[in-house]
């Protein structure tokens, strides 16, 4: 066996090293996914160690890129745009309900919007339909678009499937708020009369817009529904003249296990069991992926770990000083 010979110099410039490493690993702060990020941004860094010491060293802590307390469910939205997503791949990826497009105006049906619904639910996820309006000062347009989201999505309004949606995002700029309110709460009438009659249920459709929509487009009139925010690149969601909200898409360019490119990723702010009570149609006997709880606040789950590692490494310096002496 050959003797171990160390210098006093070469063990002196080793420790420093050895002892950043493990602060390093203690400092590694990690959170509870979700969608395949993190409440808070994981650390980065990078060490090269050589004989005399540290070469290199970068220790970043982003700053959050999320700041949701409390539970939430999530989930996607699609359309043409993400081909036929394989649900049950997204499911496993921890989703829990989806959007699909289902109409625009009063002609156009997104052709993948069956197929979404009835294979999303297969897979286990909670399924919605949603129009794309095109509101105008006429309110009764809003009767014509709504009664063709009726009768294309209509067959959804039914047990398990969630509540539907009216997505706006044109009109803001064209249409003065009262014009805008007035189309939106006449839609929104109409679906809510067309569940009432032929599913025999009370349920609120959901209204989807943008920071900027909620904060400048509409009145008081229509903040009384459940709101959908599209807020990208927020630690948390403006709701403008909303109180708050229902659902949050926080991401347009999000990448999930089974949908081909950039998805639409959502947030449902509560529990499963009160998306079923509030936005689900019947008792939903669904099973589904359990809700995700985020903080801004991180863990340190590598905390007795290292501990472990650093009483080793000063073993294992003390029985190389001890070498050396004898030497």
Request: glycine fraction near 8%.
């Amino acid at each position: 066996m050959r003797r171990l010979n160390v210098s006093r110099s070469s063990l002196q410039s080793l420790s420093v090293p050895l002892l950043v490493v493990t602060f390093l690993f203690l400092a590694s702060p990690v959170t509870s996914p979700v969608n395949g990020q993190t409440g808070i941004s994981s650390s980065s860094h990078t060490v090269s160690v050589n004989h005399k010491g540290i070469s290199n060293l970068r220790f970043e802590l982003a700053a959050p890129e999320l700041a949701v307390a409390g539970t939430v469910l999530n989930g996607v939205d699609v359309s043409i745009y993400q081909g036929s997503p394989n649900w049950t791949s997204v499911h496993s990826a921890g989703y829990t309900f989806a959007f699909a497009k289902a109409t625009e105006g009063t002609t156009i049906t997104d052709p993948d919007f069956t197929s979404n619904m009835v294979n999303g639910k297969s897979a286990g996820l909670y399924m919605g339909a949603y129009d794309f309006a095109h509101p105008s000062a006429n309110a009764t347009s809003a009767v014509s678009q709504a009664n063709f989201f009726d009768s294309v999505a209509g067959q959804y309004f039914s047990t398990g499937y969630l509540a539907p949606a009216l997505d706006l995002e044109e009109g803001c700029g064209t249409l003065n708020v009262s014009q805008m309110s007035q189309w939106i709460v006449t839609w929104m009438n109409t679906v809510e009369s067309y569940i009432k009659t032929n599913e025999g249920q009370s349920i609120t459709p959901v209204i989807y817009m943008s920071a900027t929509y909620a904060a400048a487009c509409v009145d008081s009139s229509v903040t009384s529904y459940p709101l959908w925010i599209a807020n990208w690149g927020v630690s948390s969601p403006n709701t403008g003249k909303f109180s708050g909200w229902g659902y949050w898409q926080y991401s347009d360019a999000g990448n999930v296990s089974g949908i081909n490119g950039a998805t639409d990723l959502n947030y449902f702010n509560g529990t499963l069991s009160q998306l079923q009570s509030s936005f689900t149609f019947g008792k939903a006997p669904l099973t589904s992926t359990s809700s995700t709880t985020t903080t801004s606040t991180p863990e340190f789950p590598n905390v007795g770990l290292g501990f472990v590692l650093l009483v080793s490494i000063t073993v294992g310096l003390v029985i190389i000083r001890r070498a050396q002496h004898k030497s």
